[in-house]
């Protein structure tokens, strides 16, 4: 696999945005990673910095890493297509 390529699963995502409705787009705006799972990748970044990880901790670091690069990905691509159709998206981007 080429090393600058999307993983399968969100170049898919992001080539399924073009042809969701408006509704569709905005649902998909939605974070896929719960409060909760970004407290947990922080904790875990932190403590791979501070003390390593076990293996386990590092599988479930890069699944939550995975999670959120999709989620920061297809919003982009959301966004792109939202305002291609002529949305103003800036009242869509956080402060």
Request: avoid cysteine.
């Amino acid at each position: 696999m080429d090393e600058d390529a999307l993983p399968a699963d969100i170049a898919a995502a992001v080539a399924r945005a073009g042809s969701l409705d408006d509704r569709a787009l905005r649902e998909a705006m939605k974070p896929l990673l719960t409060p909760k799972q970004a407290r947990r990748l922080a904790e875990l970044n932190y403590k791979a910095q501070d003390k390593g990880l076990t293996a386990a901790e590092r599988a479930e670091q890069s699944a939550l890493a995975h999670l959120a690069d999709k989620s920061k990905v297809v919003r982009a691509a959301v966004m792109a297509e939202l305002r291609k159709r002529g949305v103003d998206v800036a009242n869509l981007i956080a402060p």
